[in-house]
């Protein structure tokens, strides 16, 4: 499976972005897809995932409450909407995707993901 993300640029503090994640090659519908972002000189780090059927979901505890992931898998697509954002939330944010038997199981590790996107900036000022 291909992955683009989409949606990133700037956006002042408490302000709000919506990333999109489309998917082709193969339906996502088989895939658990989770965001991970990477700030400049940092690791990458999840952030949020959702399982195959959109039931289950998981997230990284600092964007809990302010960041809400979904899917379409009509459309072949995993958003991630972020409101209240803060200067921290600054970084890279690619999403991934890894294969998965079962519906509801959310990967959360770096590892587990095998198919990348290439990433969509997300800035956010003071």
């Known amino acids: 499976v291909q992955l683009v993300e989409s949606g990133g640029g700037m956006v002042q503090a408490g302000g709000s972005l919506r990333l999109s994640c489309q998917g082709s090659g193969r339906t996502l519908s088989h895939y658990v897809v989770g965001w991970f972002r990477q700030a400049p000189g940092k690791g990458r780090e999840f952030v949020a995932a959702?399982?195959?059927?959109?039931?289950?979901?998981n997230y990284v505890d600092s964007v809990k409450g302010r960041f809400t992931i979904s899917r379409d898998n009509t459309l072949n697509t995993v958003d991630l909407e972020m409101n209240s954002l803060k200067t921290e939330d600054t970084a890279v944010y690619l999403c991934?995707?890894?294969?998965?038997?079962?519906?509801?199981?959310?990967?959360?590790?770096?590892?587990?993901?095998?198919?990348w996107g290439q990433g969509t900036q997300v800035t956010v000022s003071s």
């Open positions: 959702i399982s195959r059927s959109g039931a289950k979901t």
């Open positions: 991934g995707a890894t294969v998965e038997y079962t519906t509801d199981y959310v990967a959360t590790m770096l590892d587990q993901y095998n198919h």
